[in-house]
């Protein structure tokens, strides 16, 4: 089962939109609409903020959004905010009966 | 309120075992699919192992295949990590996390495994 493909950094300023991809194959998010993503703190439990490529937990503000197009998912943060500054893990199946990861985006807010 | 809770995590030499214990409470736990997620200092997350409801089915990443076992107590709202033959590459801190159609709803504070000689 091979990792999904995210950048290792993004960055925006305050108030600015920022989005991270997530790529995988044909086999995992280009067919799978179980995609979530996760917000990481130094030092915590990662914290489910998108489910099923677009749906939002209950407590998540509505500025963070999923979508996905083809073998890319994506997480877009709008209204950029200090403390949304933290690491970013995307999720799919298609890794047979084992979730697969991506490697995370560590998002700066400058 | 909803919680897990890791415990057993030590420093342990390599070819060594280790069993790891996921608590659970303010929630019914037996309701949800469980996992095992580690991550590797500095590196991202993986998920080494998933059981079923009723513990009637395992899945195991490739990796760990063989050498761990997850297992669950449902009347002890509990699961487990037997892991044996330990390796360098499975120093970690291991999450126990509910799982529900590949999503991780609710993670615990994780417990760290470090082998080494």
């Known amino acids: 089962q091979s990792a999904l493909t995210q950048p290792p950094s993004a960055s925006g300023s305050p108030g600015q939109s920022v989005t991270i991809s997530c790529t995988g194959t044909s086999s995992d998010i280009g067919t799978c609409n179980y995609v979530s993503w996760y917000q990481q703190h130094p030092g915590k439990a990662p914290k489910l903020m998108i489910y099923?490529?677009?749906k939002r937990p209950s407590g998540v503000p509505d500025r963070f959004s999923g979508s996905k197009s083809g073998n890319t998912a994506s997480l877009t943060v709008s209204g950029l905010q200090a403390e949304d500054e933290a690491d970013y893990f995307c999720v799919s199946c298609g890794g047979g009966d084992i979730a697969i990861f991506g490697g995370g985006t560590k998002l700066t807010v400058l | 309120d909803e919680q897990l809770v890791e415990s057993g995590g030590d420093l342990v030499q390599p070819g060594g075992s280790l069993r790891l214990s996921c608590a659970a409470s303010g929630f019914r736990f037996s309701r949800f699919w469980m996992s095992w997620v580690r991550q590797a200092p500095g590196k991202g997350l993986e998920c080494v192992a998933k059981?079923?409801?009723?513990?009637?089915?395992?899945y195991y990443v490739d990796s760990v295949r063989g050498r761990f076992t997850i297992s669950r107590d449902n009347a002890k709202n509990s699961m487990y990590l037997q892991m044996n033959s330990l390796r360098a590459e499975d120093t970690a801190l291991y999450y126990c996390?509910?799982?529900?159609?590949?999503?991780?709803?609710?993670w615990g504070r994780g417990t760290l495994v470090t082998v080494s000689s």
């Open positions: 996390a509910t799982e529900d159609f590949w999503r991780f709803g609710l």
């Open positions: 099923d490529v677009y």
């Open positions: 059981i079923r409801q009723d513990g009637s089915a395992m």
